[in-house]
């Protein structure tokens, strides 16, 4: 009955040609419109549902305190120097503080120009300038040392603003920050690019270093829209010289780009409609597309050719290769949506929409091949000689001829050894850690990660983690007992040997009683009554300081917040440091209310939910494609049959990335879930070919030499394209973009093995009653090429 269906389908597609394809091109302009909506976003946002429990601490976070979002910008004193401390290199920090201070996505500047002291004369605390105006600083020597012995007293700030040793000082940029918005910080870096070429401080022997959210905003969409311009040309030009010596015609060259440009429009066409951004995540989506699209188009058009060549008409041939491809290609690309849509069970959103965009492109791709494709297939009248020497008497088709007979006649090494690399791969893929550090996306020579290393050397780290505490009332951060058990709190965290310097109110609480007290270090402490914590943050607010100390504690005075650097450590490591100081809270500091909060939590839980998603995606990968396996070929034995050589691939890579020492991270953990899904096709084609024949009647050596002979060859041209398509993501520059290519190209070539070599050779070593040898010219001649 299905059988049935699928002929008039055929029927009415190709009766109704001219419909179909006017109607699929009116469709394809329709989805240009909404592609108007498209933008690119990689906000913190973006990677959480709106009621994730870490993302509310962080819009907390931003509600009590403001910005959040910090740009620095560091600079080494020149081999010529004797410290920073020198007035070129303060007119330097001057000009780069006074363009960030003028620029519209920054809303507060920290740098030596800018810096204020604290000293009390007479019982009145002051808070004066470091430099009262830069443009008449003094340059002599003595003016220098003078600054220089101000700022060694100044010693909260030493490891923050400046090093202990004066030869590194650094600028910080609070950044504007605006939900779901990216283009301010782009626009910050590359104006700040501009300005260091402008005023040519690099060319003055200053190292300048810069890092930021704001940075890893513009590098993120730069990058991406680089790799995009370039891997999208090579890929197409690639595919294109693969097809054209695969078929040797324009029309088998150019075809497929039908199948895959209409499934890209239409795909991206629907990530507009629903105004789903680009993100570092699905930017190369579009690449992933093209070798989806490319596998039933290439079945079908081989099909074709070869009906063609049996004496067909154009019409007729486009009819039988929908009737004999449909139902291949459709649990092929059941299968890879399924492998899609097993990522959107992860809570991280745009691997969510990454899954959801890539099972449309599937089935679009899918639905295109057997309607599109076919009606324009049907004008296609000519058949040239050299069109059909390649897919008749080519490499590939004498190779195929000849691997049931070896298969067969070495199917006893061949299983043993499919079964030793099984077990070596279980073996060693088991081993493999999930284990995520954004900062390795980037390549490890690239300016941005030595950037990033630089300032983890000098400063401690280049981002904060963020702790809120509520001292339960309002105007509670006035009181000693809550201010000392918290300062207790604050010296643990600075104890650690991952941490930097603190940023808090204590610090300034303590300064201005020292200043009250003839700078007596004895009086670097918390004072003893609220009522003179009250008058001196009075005092100090109404000296008119640059620093208000707004995004250290709330208008009501009742919540408080420490800022504290930490060195960049890996994900797990990450995690590991978070729980630690979450126990000794609950353990140690039971009356602090403290909330964690901050990017790098934000990381860390992006990293959690990335393990969780893994796992589940795959394994509900797994199980739905063993189901389809089992309808498909209605029969355990052949599923399970046709689940070694697809899944044996993606292990196998495992285990190359184990013995590589590469951890899976959210670029990693991908290639799994979605290399599975494309990984089956091939199974789904030999398989299918082999069952049909081997239930007709025909030997085991017959029906595997039919699967070879059929299916092969198109399984060959496809796996080519593949592993070339693949290839090419390793010219990208997110590291994360480059394993994707390599581990999906090694999965391709290792699942085109499986199922040409290892798959016949336990087919023929576990069966019961198995045929002996015949010469391939006593096998009746093939029907159909794919």
């Known amino acids: 009955m299905f059988d049935k269906l699928i002929e008039k389908w055929a029927e009415l597609i190709v009766n109704h040609r001219w419909l179909v394809i006017i109607g699929s091109m009116i469709l394809v302009m329709g989805a240009v419109y909404p592609m108007k909506n498209l933008y690119f976003d990689n906000s913190n946002e973006l990677f959480f549902l709106p009621d994730d429990p870490n993302l509310q601490k962080y819009d907390r976070l931003l509600e009590r305190f403001g910005d959040n979002e910090y740009l620095l910008v560091g600079l080494k004193a020149r081999p010529e120097d004797k410290n920073i401390f020198n007035h070129d290199t303060l007119q330097a920090i001057g000009k780069l503080t006074e363009f960030l201070e003028d620029h519209e996505a920054v809303t507060k500047v920290s740098s030596l120009s800018k810096y204020q002291y604290i000293h009390a004369e007479d019982d009145t605390l002051s808070v004066d300038d470091l430099i009262e105006d830069m443009e008449e600083l003094d340059p002599s020597p003595e003016s220098m040392d003078q600054l220089a012995k101000i700022m060694e007293r100044e010693t909260l700030v030493h490891g923050v603003l400046l090093t202990e040793d004066f030869q590194h000082t650094m600028i910080i940029a609070r950044t504007l920050y605006i939900k779901r918005e990216n283009t301010h910080k782009v626009q910050l870096i590359d104006d700040l690019h501009a300005f260091l070429a402008e005023q040519q401080l690099r060319e003055q022997g200053f190292e300048i270093r810069i890092f930021g959210q704001a940075l890893l905003a513009e590098r993120f969409l730069n990058l991406s829209t680089g790799d995009q311009a370039l891997i999208v040309p090579l890929l197409s030009l690639m595919i294109l010289v693969l097809l054209f010596f695969s078929f040797r015609t324009i029309p088998g060259m150019l075809l497929p780009w039908l199948v895959i440009g209409c499934s890209l429009v239409l795909v991206i066409g629907l990530q507009g409609l629903i105004r789903w951004p680009f993100n570092m995540i699905n930017t190369m989506l579009p690449n992933i597309l093209i070798m989806i699209g490319i596998g039933d188009s290439v079945h079908v058009l081989v099909e074709f050719y070869h009906f063609r060549n049996e004496g067909l008409s154009p019409k007729e041939a486009a009819k039988k290769s929908i009737a004999t491809m449909w139902l291949p290609c459709f649990y092929t690309s059941l299968t890879t949506t399924v492998g899609f849509l097993a990522l959107s069970v992860t809570k991280l959103v745009p691997v969510k929409e990454f899954g959801v965009l890539g099972a449309s492109g599937a089935f679009i791709a899918f639905v295109l091949s057997v309607t599109l ?11 040239p000689e050299r069109t059909k020497k390649a897919v008749e008497l080519g490499l590939i088709p004498r190779i195929t001829r000849q691997l049931a007979t070896f298969t067969y006649t070495y199917r006893r090494p061949l299983s043993l050894l499919g079964g030793g690399m099984i077990i070596f791969s279980l073996v060693y893929a088991s081993q493999l850690s999930v284990d995520a550090n954004f900062i390795t996306y980037f390549k490890e020579k690239s300016a941005v990660r030595q950037d990033f290393n630089y300032f983890d050397r000098t400063y401690g780290g280049g981002l904060n983690i963020e702790f809120m505490i509520d001292s339960g009332t309002e105007g509670g951060v006035k009181e000693p007992e809550f201010l000392r058990e918290t300062l207790r709190f604050q010296e643990y965290l600075e104890s650690m040997e991952e941490t930097g310097e603190a940023n808090s109110i204590l610090d300034y609480i303590r300064k201005q009683n020292q200043a009250m007290h003839n700078d007596d270090p004895a009086y670097f402490k918390i004072p003893d009554t609220r009522e003179l914590v009250a ?18 504690k709330t208008i009501d005075e009742r919540f408080m917040r420490i800022s504290i650097r930490v060195i960049n450590m890996s994900d797990l490591t990450m995690g590991r440091l978070l729980a630690g100081i979450e126990k000794t809270l609950a353990n140690e500091f039971p009356t602090l209310d403290v909330e964690l909060t901050g990017t790098v939590v934000l990381f860390n839980a992006q990293q959690v939910y990335m393990q969780e998603g893994m796992i589940q995606s795959f394994s509900v990968a797994l199980f739905i494609i063993i189901l389809c396996f089992f309808v498909l070929f209605r029969s ?15 292990l196998f890579a495992g285990a190359v990335m184990y013995l590589m020492g590469i951890s899976l991270d959210l670029g990693t953990i991908l290639i799994a879930a979605m290399t599975i899904g494309i990984a089956v096709d091939s199974s789904i084609h030999v398989m299918n070919r082999y069952v049909h024949a081997h239930r007709s009647g025909k030997s085991q050596l017959e029906s595997v030499h039919l699967a070879m002979t059929e299916s092969g060859r198109a399984v060959i041209f496809t796996s080519i394209i593949l592993v070339g398509g693949f290839s090419i993501f390793m010219i990208a520059s997110f590291v994360s973009f480059i394993y994707l290519g390599l581990f999906s190209a090694i999965i391709m070539v290792v699942a085109l093995v499986a199922d040409l070599l290892f798959l016949p050779a336990i087919i023929f070593f576990t069966s019961s009653h198995r045929s002996s040898p015949v010469p391939m010219t006593t096998v009746k001649p093939v029907k159909s090429m794919v």
């Open 373 to 383: 494709l076919p009606a324009v297939l049907s004008f296609i009248t000519g058949l």
């Open 535 to 552: 008058q001196y943050l009075l005092l100090y607010e109404s000296s008119g300081p640059e620093e208000d100390l707004s995004d250290l």
């Open 636 to 650: 355990i034995k052949y599923g399970i049959l046709a689940m070694i050589p697809s899944v044996f691939p993606i």
